[in-house]
């Protein structure tokens, strides 16, 4: 063969492994991007073109002095009905290391598992490691439901 074949063929197999390689690092971002993407821009449920952020739960689930664990704009929160006046949703991820909270019947506050967090029925922090209070949520009554909307 001559040199100027060798070259074609030797050019030929460059090309071809930059494009694959090209190639490949295109799907390679694309799948990096795409989960991150949709973490820093999650997905809005619409309803006649307008974004819903907020849920309804009946007041029947919820009994006074009990909370109830639900999902949230796609993260855990808990809806706590501490008296007949007073309806509170938090958010149920513990400010410390992203653990979910429980809680906790007896004392009628919430508890860390991972850490030993307390936070009351308001989400301050009452002990332990957590550095700030729960995230909260607004909370409006509709005829016999409570409506938890973001703040």
């Known amino acids: 063969m001559t040199t100027e074949i060798l070259e074609a063929i030797s050019n030929t197999r460059r090309r071809f492994l930059n494009a694959a390689l090209g190639l490949f690092s295109l799907i390679s971002a ?39 664990f639900v999902r949230f704009l796609n993260k855990a929160a808990v809806i706590i009905h501490p008296n007949e006046q007073e309806v509170l949703a938090l958010s149920a991820i513990c400010t410390h290391l992203g653990c979910i909270v429980k809680w906790n019947d007896g004392k009628k506050e919430l508890d860390c598992p991972c850490h030993g967090g307390r936070f009351d029925i308001k989400g301050n922090v009452l002990a332990g490691p957590p550095p700030a209070p729960l995230a909260s949520y607004k909370v409006r009554v509709e005829d016999e439901y409570i409506v938890i909307e973001e703040a």
């Open 30 to 68: 694309i799948g990096v991007a795409y989960p991150v993407g949709l973490f820093l821009w999650p997905h809005r449920k619409k309803v006649g073109g307008v974004a819903v952020r907020s849920i309804k739960i009946p007041f029947s689930e919820i009994p006074i002095g009990e909370a109830k």
